[in-house]
């Protein structure tokens, strides 16, 4: 069975609010999911430092408008300040989750965590080599900034570590070399396929 994909779901995201200034205060904002430019999904959030409601509208939990409270947990921070968390209020096995996250999720139904509502990463589904593929190209990016992903690997940035340095390139060269043995591989079987036809 293929689990519902994270990617595919809309979500909150309480850091993200944090950033944005919405919970040093009372305060209401919208939050809205589009797709190709078309507006998909919906909400009217009003936040507090220890609770936010989410009002969705128009397709959005339904047809109907609903509510649902979602509580924030704030911890200590190890060199000062807090962090603030969404928590779970989803029923899982009979008893409440309450598990604390960033991210709650929700597709055609209420908000709570990944592992509630049993969602997957699209990169779970991806074959070895792409997703080595994937890695060094993270790697470079990381090296290189913003912007495309460069063809070579990019030159140590300026106060990055040595060692540091040294491990990504390997973790990249290592990446390479795994996605270039899982392409070598997939073609090799192509040509025998071919071959035997």
Known sequence: MTKLLL?????????DWN????????????????????????????AKRRTVALYGREGF????????CVDIVWTPCRFGGERPWLKCSAMRSGRRC?????KLYA?????????CHQLAFASQYLPKDELNARKSQKIRRRLAG??????????????????TFDRLRQLHDEAEEAAAAGLINFISRRILAAASG
């Open 7 to 15: 990617e595919n779901c809309f979500f909150i995201d309480v850091l």
């Open 19 to 46: 950033r944005h200034g919405y919970l040093r205060v009372a305060t209401t904002f919208d939050r809205t999911w589009s797709l190709d430019g078309e507006e998909v999904g919906s909400l009217t959030c009003a």
């Open 61 to 68: 939990f339904g047809s109907d408008v609903q509510k649902q």
């Open 98 to 102: 309450s598990r604390r996250a960033t």
């Open 107 to 115: 597709f055609k139904s209420p908000f709570a965590c990944r592992l």
């Open 146 to 163: 913003e912007g495309e992903v460069p063809d070579a690997f990019p030159p140590k940035p300026r106060g990055m570590h040595k060692r």
